[in-house]
């Protein structure tokens, strides 16, 4: 099938993933399955369990403490990605968190490529019923939608 190759892409950004989380020492799950496109990442297992078995006074307190139930979500909605930290204190700093953003964000854009390619090949939109975007109107963005006032 043709569609290999946005597929072999996506599967590379999974895999550029993978290997910043094992880095860091963190786990993921990323749902494409479901809309919005979810990417969860939280700390591994055994470093959280590593962490409790540390005594206490000799854990530096500048590092952030994590919540074992502790995880980000970045959640791809409507063309746009929002993050959210669930369960606790999770802390990452910003050069990783742009990283992973990125990583994500690449992932979308070929996962998008290979299901509509992959929707296409198999016929499984009737011909005709693709939408319909007209040239010269912009498509309502939600949350910027532009209100008029009267003087």
Known sequence: MAYTEEAS?????????HSLCDEHDMVFDLNVEQYPIMLTVSKATKKVEQLKLMDTEDHDDTEPKIDPNAKI??????AAL????????????????????NIFLKAINFWHQ???????????????KYPNIPENETPPVEGNKSEETED
Not at 118 to 128: D, I, N, R, Y
């Open 114 to 128: 290979h299901y509509f390619r992959q929707t296409q090949e198999a016929k499984m939109l009737k011909k005709g």
């Open 9 to 17: 892409k996506f599967n590379a950004q999974k895999e550029k993933l």
């Open 82 to 101: 929002s993050m959210k930290v669930e369960g606790g204190t999770f802390t990452i700093g910003k050069e990783l968190r742009t990283k992973i953003e």
């Open 73 to 78: 979500v970045w959640v791809f909605k409507n």
